[in-house]
């Protein structure tokens, strides 16, 4: 393995580099899976008082269905598919991805019980895995380095349409359904189920629309042309064999006896830290399966495998560890953003299921206000962020992060007055600017993350990125607030809120990569030559 290729510096103005219309036309299309993305997970949020009183559970299961159980799947999977994004078609990747997420979000409107709803929430998290490492990957080989933050940004508002849209056309189902079949409609499925096959359906169709898009040549637009891999699924499985147990113990052993000690070492005491949160947040327990109990164990799970996964990533391609976990700038910038998606996935999950405890309002309309000011907020603050930090990279290589502590600020002071107001209609407007405020940290934090690694790298890089957005923020954020409301009779209010203790680990974290990031940004070739030498000479 070589990173021997000449390759212009990430800051390099690139004025003179002309996009074609057909990178717009493709971004376009990756849009629209996103929004589709997002619809898929998000529509759980409408739904979940319904899913609560139907199933009989409790706030810090729902909260465990749309973070946890989404988010180990999401994440570990996201590792292979992020090294099968690096070696194989993209566009195919996407395709398939896309088709079985919107094939398991249908089949959760046939879930009778938690355990049903649970596994294929699991299935959505898997497919999901492969739609942004695909997507990054390949908006970095359509648009140069000066729009990357822009396109990226773009492709991220996705998020925020997707997120909206889903609020609005499942209190539109909802509320159409259960009017129309009071006592249930065909085979018996309730509102909330017409909901989730109404929304996955039409996934299968767009799946045969983004097979047609044509897959770009690998780093040419940076003059690191990388040619296609002979063998793309042998480090795919090779990925596969490093995060699930118990295939991690072979793993290890092939590294030798300490290797195999060490792994074995983290295993026990990730199920013993495991099983002693368990006790300490669950005394009356001895229930097995009990949501938190799942809770913690799935992430036990999750993060010993990310442990596997990164030791033997340093054993296997040392230059791509060094780039990522060996570098304190890559570390900082990824959990940074990890603890602005820790109360962001918070409050936009939670939003509507408060809103429709606190507020007489019906689905439809919350929907509708609620989905629609997430949409415009979250969109509007994904764009301009991107563009504000497009224009202070081009002033300070820092400039991104700084867009980043800005998301990860400026949202406090709105989403404590938005979640103890009285007033609906100030509840809407506050979560319009709250959306927005904190989408503008994503296409900054993204393109920082992908300016830090090599074109190869960049699949591994999104799925590390998104590493610390799900098992930082997505699967403890929507838990915590779950659990805080579940201890406390339901106030989603107090459950919320309490997620902004995490506020100063994010503002150490950032600061700390506002003076990492510049020297990181100007040796990214250097390091990893060093790097493979390092690998070469050690045999």
């Known amino acids: 393995m070589t990173d021997n290729a000449k390759v212009q510096p990430d800051h390099v103005n690139q004025a003179d580099d002309t996009v074609p219309a057909y990178s717009w036309y493709a971004l376009s299309v990756l849009v629209i899976v996103y929004v589709l993305n997002f619809i898929d997970r998000q529509i759980l949020s409408i739904l979940a008082n319904d899913i609560k009183a139907d199933l009989g559970v409790d706030d810090a299961y729902l909260g465990f269905l749309y973070g946890t159980a989404f988010a180990i799947f999401y994440a570990l999977f996201g590792i292979p598919l992020g090294k099968l994004a690096d070696s194989w078609k993209r566009v195919r990747l996407m395709t398939f991805g896309l088709a079985l997420w919107s094939a398991m979000t ?83 499925l309730a509102g909330w189920q017409a909901a989730f096959i109404a929304v996955g359906v039409p996934g299968l169709v767009l799946a045969i629309w983004v097979s047609t898009l044509r897959e770009p040549i690998r780093g040419a637009i940076d003059g690191i042309t990388t040619p296609e891999d002979p063998h793309p699924f042998r480090g795919f499985v090779r990925e596969l064999y490093t995060v699930i147990p118990p295939f991690t113990f072979f793993g290890a052993a092939g590294r030798g006896l300490g290797a195999f000690v060490l792994n074995l070492v983290v295993f026990v005491g990730a199920l013993i830290s ?130 980043v502590l800005f998301g990860l600020l400026s ?59 799900t098992l930082v923020g997505l699967a403890l954020g929507p838990y915590m607030a779950g659990y805080v409301s579940a201890q406390n009779d339901g106030d989603l209010s107090i459950g919320v809120l309490s997620t902004l203790w995490i506020t100063p680990i994010g503002l150490a974290l950032l600061i700390a990569a506002i003076r990492l990031v510049p020297a990181a940004n100007a040796s990214v070739l250097e390091r990893a030559i060093a790097a493979g030498e390092s690998q070469s000479e050690l045999g």
């Not at 396109?151 to 539109?172: D, E, K, Q, R, V």
């Not at 989408?439 to 993204?446: H, K």
């Open 106 to 188: 249908a089949a959760s409107g046939f879930a009778r019980d938690a355990g049903s709803l649970t596994v294929a929430r699991i299935g959505v998290g898997v497919g999901e895995a492969t739609a942004s490492p695909s997507a990054y990957s390949l908006i970095s080989d359509w648009f140069p380095a000066r729009l990357r933050a822009t396109a990226l940004a773009i492709y991220s508002s996705g998020l925020y349409i997707g997120g909206g849209i889903s609020l609005a056309i499942g209190g539109m189902v909802v509320d159409n359904w259960n009017e129309a079949f009071p006592q249930g409609g065909p085979l018996g």
């Open 274 to 403: 495991a099983f002693g949160l368990t006790e300490l947040l669950d005394s009356g327990a001895g229930r097995i399966f009990a949501p938190i109990t799942d809770q913690w164990l799935l992430l036990a799970i999750g993060y010993y495998a990310v442990f596997c996964w990164a030791t033997a990533l340093r054993h296997r391609d040392y230059p791509t560890f060094v780039l990522t976990w060996g570098s304190p700038a890559f570390l900082c910038t990824i959990l940074g953003y990890g603890t602005v998606a820790f109360m962001a996935y918070s409050a936009s999950y939670w939003g509507a299921p408060y809103a429709e405890r606190v507020f007489d309002v019906s689905k439809g309309e919350l929907g509708f206000w609620l989905g629609g000011g997430g949409a415009a907020g979250g969109f509007l603050g994904v764009i301009l962020g991107g563009r504000m930090a497009d224009a202070l990279f081009t002033r300070m290589q820092s400039g991104r992060i700084l867009v």
């Open 411 to 469: 949202p406090i002071p709105f989403a404590v007055v938005q979640y103890t107001t009285d007033s609906f209609t100030l509840f809407i407007i506050l979560n319009v600017v709250v959306g927005g405020l904190a989408a503008s940290a994503l296409g900054a934090a993204a393109a920082s993350s992908q300016a830090l690694v090599l074109p190869r790298m960049r699949g591994t890089a999104t799925a590390t990125f998104f590493l610390a957005t």
